[in-house]
């Protein structure tokens, strides 16, 4: 028979081997991790430390990695104040290295601009025709109002390349007409001032400059369409299309004198003198001495260019200067 003594038992009390361990309360468990290999029980389980402190308890490491505690770093708001701010950039752009790639783009910029800026401005053609000295201009004011007795026209060359203003009078430049241009404009304002009749400087200034560059079209369009082949460029189109002011400034300077008769006996000169200095100066620009690839006829149009640009110099004479006196 059997006899089931877990019911008896159960309402009987249990015997206490420590008597002081009932006094205080029960150790709790510390769950087991099971992926923590050799956990240690912590010392102090919530228990009052013997400096009167209540340590807190630490949690168990998780995944059983020691972790180290995370260092202050910046965070990222503060990197970028760091990083954006004047002393960084200074101690930036202070390092050898940056300086030498800044200094090394420029140089590539500038040169790369250079490059862009000459495909419109020919800046290196423009520096020969300005290279002129005190002695060069008056040497070619007085050719230009005296050509008659000049005999060598030739324009001396160095390595294939002509000498500049400075050292040949013959040679083509832009700064005597861009200067009697100015003069121009400011004689013409200076004798509508005297007469009384106020006009806008700007005014006179863009109708002489809108004539200039219909001149240097009309020359242009007419070496194209008779097909010659010839050394001039723009550049020498527009210096023997501005010498024309040198004898206008001369013409309206004399009529303040002696008004209108000598406004046109002056023009009448000036316009003779400049009309024989371009046929003498492009006779050797057009038709090159000694070069047998060029026809009579070839010659022919090149010979009714000339007298074409030498004879329109003195209408436009006139027409930039009549309505000032």
Request: glycine share 6%.
């Amino acid at each position: 028979m059997n006899h089931n003594h877990s019911s008896a038992r159960r309402g009987k009390p249990k015997r206490l081997l420590d008597p002081s361990a009932g006094l205080s309360a029960p150790m709790p468990a510390v769950p087991q991790n099971p992926y923590v290999y050799n956990q240690q029980v912590p010392i102090n389980n919530g228990m009052v430390s013997e400096f009167g402190f209540n340590v807190p308890e630490q949690p168990p490491p998780p995944y059983g990695f020691n972790t180290v505690p995370m260092q202050n770093y910046p965070s990222i708001e503060n990197r970028g104040q760091e990083y954006s701010s004047p002393q960084f950039t200074t101690q930036l752009l202070a390092e050898p290295v940056v300086t030498n790639m800044a200094v090394q783009y420029g140089n590539a910029l500038v040169g790369y601009g250079s490059q862009q800026f000459e495909k419109y401005v020919p800046v290196t053609a423009l520096k020969y025709y300005f290279a002129v000295d005190t002695n060069y201009i008056l040497t070619k004011l007085t050719l230009l109002l005296f050509p008659f007795t000049h005999k060598d026209w030739s324009v001396r060359y160095e390595q294939d390349v002509p000498l500049q203003p400075r050292f040949e009078k013959n040679a083509l430049d832009l700064y005597i007409p861009t200067m009697a241009f100015v003069t121009y404009v400011v004689i013409g304002a200076l004798i509508l001032g005297i007469q009384e009749r106020f006009s806008p400087l700007g005014t006179l200034a863009s109708s002489a400059l809108a004539w200039n560059v219909i001149e240097v079209l009309v020359n242009t369009v007419t070496l194209y369409i008779m097909h010659i082949e010839t050394s001039l460029s723009t550049l020498d189109l527009l210096a023997y299309c501005g010498y024309k002011y040198v004898g206008i400034n001369t013409a309206l300077s004399i009529s303040l004198l002696f008004r209108k008769f000598g406004y046109y006996m002056t023009l009448l000169y000036c316009s003779g003198s400049l009309a024989f200095f371009l046929m003498r100066s492009l006779k050797l620009r057009v038709i090159p001495q000694n070069d047998s690839s060029y026809t009579a006829s070839g010659n022919k149009r090149r010979l009714y260019f000339i007298l074409f640009v030498a004879g329109i110099q003195p209408v436009l004479m006139w027409c930039l200067s009549y309505h000032l006196i």
